[in-house]
């Protein structure tokens, strides 16, 4: 992929926050995009980023934005970028993104407002990218000549729709999927879970995380029908069933999944090089923020570890391992992925650079 010719000025909102710590972190050297303006709440808006962003990566606050003035979240600072990516609050980020469309901006969310939107596209890059499309037809329902909405997953659904994908590319379409949880504490944000809640301790709730990974799973691994609308795996209905937990671990969300296939049951060996040989688009076409390997298969009994493997690719991938029978359905893994990188700014990086790649921007 060759560079544009002049950098994108890209804006971030909820730039303070735990996934805008990771989006300055990934853009302030990116060879396409060249951050322009950050916004977050009236509370942080008139201050220097590094005086409004409480930063918490090991990585150092990048020169180039500790002194930009942070800007509350009005479309008119923006209105130069080609790219707005999104790490708002839930509460706020619905009325905040429709107003940035509407201005003619491209929004590249994260928040859970719209994934379930009929015109917009539910996109993880490393599984479904051709959805972008999608966005042509927003604009024609919608009367935009110019903005759109994109969105990318929950961090839990993500870390499993990578594996799934690539077993149904491999064995056709899956039946039925069990998955269990145990999600890392900078999932719930900045600060998130209580230290008395969490330390030492295990809370087996998320608050529609469930019915979130139920759902979205559908709408990402299914096709667009000719008529431009999602068919959420119709074609072959999927059921699946999500328990989700909060551990004390710091980033990094495991899943044990359980799978049963429609056709012929595969063989551990076969599932583990369905694995390895998975290549994904954003692969491909050489974007620059896509991993070299989209899953690190593990052939230790006791890996992927948040602690240990998070890392692997600079957040990029998903971690599997541990491919074996399942008692109860065909087979069982375990995975794992950064929650705030792949789980949330890298795959938002990685679907404008798709949308850059394919004359989107
Ligand atoms: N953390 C994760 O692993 C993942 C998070 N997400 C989603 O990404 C989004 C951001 O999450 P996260 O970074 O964890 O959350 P944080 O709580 O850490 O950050 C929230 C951001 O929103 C801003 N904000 C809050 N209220 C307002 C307001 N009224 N107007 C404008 N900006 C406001 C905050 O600004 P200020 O500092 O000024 O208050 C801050 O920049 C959420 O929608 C979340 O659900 C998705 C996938 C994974
Ligand atoms: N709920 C996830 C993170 C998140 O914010 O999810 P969503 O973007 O779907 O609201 C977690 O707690 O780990």
Redesign the pocket.
């Given at each position: 992929m060759a560079p544009p010719q002049a950098p994108i000025k890209v804006g971030v909102l909820?730039?303070?926050?735990?996934?805008?710590q990771r989006f300055i972190e990934l853009l302030a050297t990116h060879p396409y995009f060249e951050i322009h303006a950050l916004?977050?709440?009236a509370?942080?808006a008139g201050k220097k980023y590094v005086d409004?962003t409480k930063w918490k990566l090991v990585s150092q606050i990048p020169e180039s934005v500790k002194g930009m003035i942070v800007q509350e979240?009005k479309p008119e600072p923006f209105a130069e970028c080609g790219v707005v990516f999104s790490?708002?609050?839930?509460?706020?980020?619905g009325d905040?993104e429709v107003a940035f469309r509407a201005a003619g901006l491209n929004v590249f969310s994260?928040?859970?407002n719209y994934r379930r939107d009929p015109l917009v596209p539910l996109m993880v890059p490393l599984v479904n990218p051709d959805h972008i499309s999608v966005v042509r037809h927003q604009q024609q329902e919608l009367k935009l000549s110019k903005g759109y909405i994109v969105c990318n997953a929950?961090?839990s659904t993500t870390a499993i729709v990578v594996p799934l994908k690539a077993l149904e590319v491999a064995f056709g379409p899956l039946k039925t999927v069990m998955v269990t949880t145990l999600q890392a504490i900078?999932?719930a944000?900045?600060p998130g879970v209580s230290s008395l809640d969490i330390l030492g301790n295990v809370v087996p709730y998320i608050g529609g995380e469930e019915e979130k990974i139920e759902w979205e799973t559908k709408k990402i691994l299914g096709g667009v029908n000719p008529d431009n609308s999602f068919d959420l795996h119709a074609s072959a209905p999927l059921k699946i069933s999500a328990n989700c937990n909060r551990v004390p671990v710091i980033d990094g969300h495991l899943a044990c999944v359980s799978v049963e296939f429609s056709g012929k049951k595969p063989s551990v060996a076969e599932i583990e090089k369905a694995f390895t040989d998975f290549v994904t688009e954003p692969q491909t076409l050489g974007t620059p923020s896509a991993p070299k390997r989209a899953i690190v298969l593990h052939d230790a009994p006791d890996r992927p570890q948040p602690r240990l493997d998070c890392d692997l690719e600079k957040g990029a991938c998903v971690s599997v391992g541990r491919v074996r029978e399942c008692g109860v359905l065909d087979a069982k893994f375990v995975c794992l992925l950064d929650?705030?990188r792949l789980?949330?700014a890298t795959s938002s990086v990685i679907n404008a650079e798709v949308a850059a790649e394919k004359g989107y921007l």
């Open positions: 909820g730039a303070t926050g735990t996934v805008g916004g977050a709440s509370r942080s409004a979240c790490g708002l609050d839930h509460d706020v980020a905040i994260n928040a859970k929950n961090c900078s999932g944000g900045y929650n705030v789980g949330a």
